[in-house]
């Protein structure tokens, strides 16, 4: 590896509610795991973030008085009503139990403000606040970072637009990325999104 280009792998919102029977269940979102701990033994820094709600968050249906999956406002914003999900110190927040965390040097929590939804692991959705990771991996020298996780279509998909904007070469390790898919064809979407900003795909 190129000394001068210190990689870091985001292990982007890897928790059991996007899990098979968690609360904002993505498909074959397990499937990420066996993956993602594939993908850290080639990483010298590893980072993880963890959506974290406070119950009753503005991004929750149930808070709006809306349906799950619809479209509502928030911060300003379109905002899709989510299901209940990552309510901090829920089991539901907890990273999965299979996800190799060992070598997890930081995690970086999001979507605590219950005014804004935050899906990058940057910047909240209104870009107010930012979580401090950019700082972060400059103050450890990362010039690169490859991200993965949950889900393709937001999270993963917001971190890697930011990950550009503050100007690291960015790679999407998609064969460790499932996606939401409110509408067919949005992961396809995504990945065509982030190839034409810079991102490179690698499907491993
Ligand atoms: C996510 C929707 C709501 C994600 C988080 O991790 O992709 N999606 N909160
Ligand atoms: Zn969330």
Redesign the pocket.
């Known amino acids: 590896m190129n000394l001068d280009s210190m990689n870091a792998l985001l292990l982007?919102?890897i928790?059991n509610d996007?899990l098979p029977g968690g609360a904002?269940a993505?498909s074959h979102g397990d499937e990420v795991i066996a993956a993602a701990n594939r993908l850290i033994s080639g990483f010298p820094l590893v980072i993880a973030s963890q959506?974290w709600?406070p119950a009753g968050h503005g991004?929750f249906a149930s808070a709006q008085g809306g349906v799950p999956g619809t479209l509502g406002t928030l911060a300003g914003l379109t905002q899709?009503l989510?299901p209940d999900?990552?309510v901090q110190g829920t089991r539901g927040a907890d990273f999965a139990a299979a996800l190799d965390m060992r070598r997890v040097e930081a995690i970086f929590r999001k979507?605590v403000d219950p005014t804004v939804?935050s899906?990058s692991a940057f910047w909240d959705n209104g870009r107010r606040r930012s979580t401090g990771l950019a700082g972060y991996l400059r103050e450890r020298g990362v010039s690169c970072v490859t991200v993965c996780?949950?889900?393709t279509?937001?999270?993963?998909r917001f971190t890697a637009l930011d990950a550009v904007d503050a100007g690291f070469e960015v790679t999407l390790a998609l064969g460790a990325c499932r996606g939401?898919e409110l509408a067919a064809g949005d992961v396809e979407r995504a990945v065509e999104e982030l190839r034409a900003r810079g991102v490179k795909v690698m499907l491993s």
Do not use: E, K, T
């Open positions: 982007i919102d928790q996007f904002l993505v959506d709600h991004s899709v989510w999900h990552c979507g939804d899906y996780g949950l889900a279509d937001y999270c993963v939401v």
